[in-house]
């Protein structure tokens, strides 16, 4: 395998990384932990034993994912967020043997700042607003904001608030143009298997937020 590793970063033996992905300053890879490709991960990250990461995984400065955590593809974790791995934590008790199982599944959003409770789920392509406390399971697609973190409203795969359902209750991204329906507090995406990838041509993105936010 082939990926790129700073020379202040560390990859202990029995890490395996997948190519072309790339460890930055001060980071550090350990043992038992499994990188998928085309990852990227900034600056003083951490990656702890038997963690495992898919592909086109994208981990900014300055966040650690602990033991019990599994992140499938093409998830961002934004600067300083924080990830945990045992509810009770209490220096005086070891509680190795008992780290909770903390699962972020493909397409997924936690913004800079937010803290990740252990033990719980965060759904396909959710959006985790930064500073956000979330405690429990996140459904697909939910945008999830505040201190704890409570549901208000859909997110698209691009990252645009879903809102106007027309007469059928189908919500459409105004970037990507794909349409999404609601049903019994789930969403699904009627364009797109939510395992498929992006089509090729809709991987750059072109307008800024802003410009499609209303």
């Known amino acids: 395998m082939s990926f790129f590793k700073h020379e202040t970063a560390v990859v202990d033996e029995g890490a395996c990384i997948g190519d072309n992905t790339k460890i930055w300053h001060f980071s550090h ?3 038992g932990s499994v990188i998928g490709a085309d990852c990227v991960f900034g600056q003083n990250t951490m990656v ?14 300055n966040v ?12 961002f974790l934004g600067p300083s967020c924080v ?22 599944r493909r397409g997924a959003t936690v913004g800079a700042n937010a803290t ?8 396909r392509y959710s959006f985790i607003a ?9 459904p697909d ?18 990252g645009h608030i879903l809102k106007n359902a027309d007469s059928k209750g189908i919500l459409i991204c105004p970037e990507s143009g794909f349409k999404y329906i609601e049903s019994e507090n789930s969403l699904k995406c009627l364009d797109l298997d939510e395992e498929a990838p992006l089509p090729e ?3 750059e993105g072109t307008v800024y937020y802003d410009d499609l936010k209303n």
């Not at 990740?116 to 759904?123: D, F, M």
């Open 29 to 31: 890879i350990c043992p």
């Open 83 to 104: 990830l945990t791995n045992v509810t009770n934590p209490r220096s005086q008790v070891r509680r190795q043997s008992l780290y909770e199982k903390t699962l972020i």
């Open 64 to 75: 650690a994912i602990y033991t019990g955590t599994t992140v499938e593809d093409d998830v």
């Open 48 to 61: 702890a034993n038997d963690v495992i990461i898919g592909s086109n995984v994208k981990v900014q400065n």
């Open 201 to 203: 041509n809709l991987t």
């Open 141 to 158: 697609y939910a945008f999830m904001m505040g201190v704890p973190a409570r549901q208000c409203g859909w997110m698209s795969r691009h």
């Open 130 to 138: 930064a500073g956000a406390v979330v405690a429990k399971n996140v």
């Open 116 to 123: 990740i409770v252990c033990g719980i789920t965060l759904g």
